[in-house]
Every structure is written in C-alpha cells, then in structure tokens.
C-alpha cells in the first residue's frame, strides 16, 4: 500500500502553527477514531444503508483531514456501498479500513 499518510502535505498544512496544537488536534482524532469504526461496523451489521453512508461519509472527512487518502478512499467506497446496499462488501472494506487505522496511528503519534 502507498503511504497511508501524506506527511509533506500534512506538514505544509499545519506549518506555522504551534506544535502543542497540531498535538491537540492529532490527540482528537485518535480519541474520535474508535466511535467512527464503530459506527460503521454497526451499520454495516444492522444493514443500515443510511448509517454506513453517513458514518463512512464522516469518517472519510476525518481521514482526508490528517492527508490518509488510502483510507479516505477505502471509507468513500463504505459510503457508495451504503448507498447501493452492499453489505457483505462493505464488510471487507471496513475490515480493511480497521487493518491499516493502527498504522495511521503510529504515524500520527509523530506529532504529538
């Protein structure tokens, strides 16, 4: 897999702030990430084509927030398979997606 966080554009973005709130802002999303998979995996194994887009749809905004496209992507195809209510799909996207989240972590915790 290509990197799971694009560290040039994470840090030109956040360039100039202090790095206690780059820290801050790393510290929301670990502690935010949890709810965000579990959402999904509820949805997915209530067969909420509703919830799995929205809760896919929020995550993918967080993903693309910290520069993880491979992740983001993974979390828009869990939004289009809600949509097109494909669960069992949607099940090996999110086991993907749970996978690599540990990998982004470690990456993150560079910046705290």
């Known amino acids: ?13 956040f360039k100039g702030l202090p790095k206690d709130i780059v820290g801050q802002m790393v510290q929301i999303f670990i502690e935010d990430y949890p709810a965000q998979l579990e ?17 896919a749809h929020s995550f993918k905004g967080m993903l693309r ?6 992740l983001a992507d993974i979390a828009q195809k869990l939004e289009t398979l809600g949509l097109e209510n494909k669960f ?25």
């Open 39 to 55: 959402g999904i995996e509820t949805a997915i194994n209530e067969q909420n084509a509703k919830g799995l887009k929205d809760s």
């Open 65 to 70: 927030s910290i520069y993880s496209t491979p």
């Open 88 to 112: 069992e799909e949607a099940q090996k996207e999110y086991r993907e997606l749970k996978d690599l989240i540990p990998e982004v972590i470690e990456i993150l915790k560079g910046y705290i």
């Open 1 to 13: 897999m290509t990197d799971l966080i694009d560290n040039e554009a994470f840090e030109n973005h």
